[in-house]
């Protein structure tokens, strides 16, 4: 088992920027990649960027060229860079591992508000 715990969420103005973090621990070597997702209010969970390994990454087309996930194994835990900010960025971000073979791994949620 696998638990999540993600930090660094906040309040920031439009075009600022955030830094969030996903602290790994238990069954960290089954982890087959981790990633972001979010929701906002009425809306669908979506994701946002995955990493595999330390170097293959994908994002979300509207978060591309100003977000970006990296992992860092020594201290088991995924980063999630959000640059210039948007107010359609406001939402509840979740980190998740994918462990093969099981349910989605998820964190408590931490709250990203954008706002003026």
């Known amino acids: 088992q696998v638990q999540l715990v993600e930090s660094g969420g906040g309040l920031m103005q439009p075009g600022g920027s955030l830094r969030l973090s996903c602290a790994a621990s238990g069954s960290i070597s089954e982890i087959y990649n981790m990633g972001w997702y979010r929701q906002a209010p009425g809306k669908q969970r979506e994701l946002v960027a995955s990493?595999?390994?330390?170097?293959?990454?994908s994002y979300e087309e509207s978060v591309k060229g100003r977000f970006t996930i990296s992992r860092d194994n020594a201290e088991n835990t995924v980063y999630l860079q959000m640059n210039n900010l948007k107010p359609e960025d406001a939402a509840v971000y979740y980190c998740?591992?994918?462990?093969?073979?099981?349910?989605?791994?998820w964190g408590q949620g931490t709250q990203v508000t954008v706002s003026s």
């Open positions: 998740y591992a994918v462990i093969p073979g099981r349910p989605l791994e």
């Open positions: 990493i595999f390994g330390t170097r293959t990454t």
